[in-house]
């Protein structure tokens, strides 16, 4: 079960009330912050950014691909360990917007993790270190230490 903190909402859809949940220009800079460093080739800057600008938590020698997405209204909940690599258009999720609610849930991912490609991590998650996530999976449970895990949904393939 994923670790995420339940907020019911009234009268219309939480993603329409989204502006009392975030400030605008938080989600304005951090978007922006985001998409710079999404097309930047290099890594430091990317770590750079997320690190100061986002208030994300990046381990040493970490490494986002390519067109990474992170949480645009709460990337500071997320937590990246050292010597990770994040897979070429993987989303990372800290947020979700129901109709009758929304959750937050820190994202945990250990050290020596790899991720594949178009990955989709939701929120509350823990990816434990030395795991390996495939190429198009959707983690929606905490991946165990040492895991290999594939598929949507997400199963564990070997520990």
Do not use: C
């Amino acid at each position: 079960m994923r670790n995420t903190e339940r907020y019911p909402v009234t009268v219309s859809n939480s993603l329409w009330q989204i502006y009392k949940t975030v400030p605008f220009w938080k989600v304005m800079k951090n978007f922006i912050v985001i998409q710079v460093a999404r097309y930047s080739p290099s890594l430091s800057m990317k770590n750079w950014l997320y690190r100061n600008l986002l208030k994300m938590e990046v381990g040493d020698q970490t490494a986002f691909a390519l067109m990474v997405m992170v949480d645009v209204m709460f990337p500071e909940r997320i937590k990246v360990g050292k010597n990770a690599i994040i897979g070429y258009n993987t989303t990372i999720l800290a947020h979700e917007y129901l109709i009758d609610e929304y959750r937050l849930g820190d994202v945990i991912i250990g050290d020596n993790v790899l991720i594949g490609a178009n990955t989709t991590i939701l929120p509350g998650v823990t990816i434990g270190d030395g795991a390996t996530v495939s190429a198009a999976t959707l983690v929606h449970k905490d991946v165990p230490a040492g895991a290999f895990v594939g598929g949507n949904p997400m199963q564990i393939i070997r520990s």
